[in-house]
Nanobody, 121 residues
Framework: QVQLVESGGGLVQPGGSLTLSCTASGSIASINVMGWYRQAPGKERELVAS???????SYVDPVKGRFTISRVDAKNTVYLQMNSLEPEDTAVYYCNAAIWMWGRRKYDDYWGPGIQVTVSS
């Protein structure tokens, strides 16, 4: 069994900052790609940022220069530092990871339950 748990969300004023964390726990042999997605009301879920085990990073255009993704493999944790937040960043943010569990023969996709980020004055 593997579980992803997000933390760090909340309410912030425009121009403010938040850091999201996501930690994976369970019978984990290896973690490949880790990423953050978001879903705003009435919109589809979109990939915000991802980071591979080799630290290859990608961002969706609207967050480039404002968000920074990082990971600490020893802690099975991925972070999303969000600066210069805008009302358009308001969404539920989901952590995603490709995880190889002990006893399995491939990476499987896992999701966290999601955490609310609200940017409003």
């Amino acid at each position: 069994q593997v579980q992803l748990v997000e933390s760090g969300g909340g309410l912030v004023q425009p121009g403010g900052s938040l850091t999201l964390s996501c930690t994976a726990s369970g019978s984990i042999a290896s973690i490949n790609v880790m990423g953050w997605y978001r879903q705003a009301p009435g919109k589809e879920r979109e990939l915000v940022a991802s980071i591979t085990r080799g630290n290859e990073i990608s961002y969706v255009d609207p967050v480039k220069g404002r968000f920074t993704i990082s990971r600490v493999d020893a802690k099975n944790t991925v972070y999303l530092q969000m600066n210069s937040l805008e009302p358009e960043d308001t969404a539920v943010y989901y952590c995603n990871a490709a995880i190889w569990m002990w006893g399995r023969r491939k990476y499987d996709d896992y999701w966290g339950p999601g955490i609310q980020v609200t940017v409003s004055s």
